[in-house]
Structure formats: structure tokens, C-alpha cells
């Protein structure tokens, strides 16, 4: 038996077969969506998922989505830490 046509040792069926064909050609990412997605079709029938190896983080997936002002280091105004942060623009 092939690695190719093989799960741990067991066979797969044609439909796991052309699934992990599928996942292949996808990217990190979107394999990670396709995880995502069956996780949550699991969960939502009750099923429980165990897995040998956790997930792992797609570095850069969110690549310029977030921002930080350019004061975000800057020391916080005295008013602010007596309570009064009306005064702090």
C-alpha cells in the first residue's frame, strides 16, 4: 500500500483521497481555512477531533491589516494616570 492511497497505515477511501489531492494544491493558508471548517462541521455534529499535532500559525496571514500610531511608545500624559482622561486627546 502506497503512502499516496494511505492514512496512518489505512486505506482511504476515493472521497478522502481526492480531498487530500484538493488540500495539495491549496495554499498554507487556505489549507488552514479548509482545517478551520472542518473543525467547525465536527463540532457542530458532535463529533470530537483529537489530533497528533496542534495547529500551526500561517506566519504573515494578516500582513498589514493592523496599525499602531506613531505615539504608541510615547509615555502617557500624568491626567491620564490620575483619572482624568477627559483631558487626554
Not at 31 to 52: C, H, N, P, T, Y
Not at 71 to 80: E, G, H, I, S
Request: charged content about 25%; aromatic content about 6%.
Amino acid at each position: 500500500m502506497s503512502s499516496e492511497s494511505s492514512l496512518q497505515g489505512v486505506a482511504m477511501s476515493p472521497v478522502i483521497e481526492s480531498i487530500v489531492q484538493t488540500l495539495r494544491a491549496l495554499s498554507p493558508e487556505c489549507q488552514q481555512e479548509v482545517l478551520d471548517f472542518a473543525d467547525f462541521l465536527a463540532q457542530k455534529s458532535g463529533k470530537v477531533v483529537i489530533r497528533d499535532v496542534p495547529k500551526q500559525r500561517t506566519l504573515g496571514l494578516h500582513e498589514g491589516k493592523g496599525w499602531l500610531s506613531d505615539d504608541f511608545n510615547d509615555p502617557l500624559p500624568d491626567d491620564f494616570w490620575l483619572g482624568n482622561h477627559e483631558s487626554v486627546a
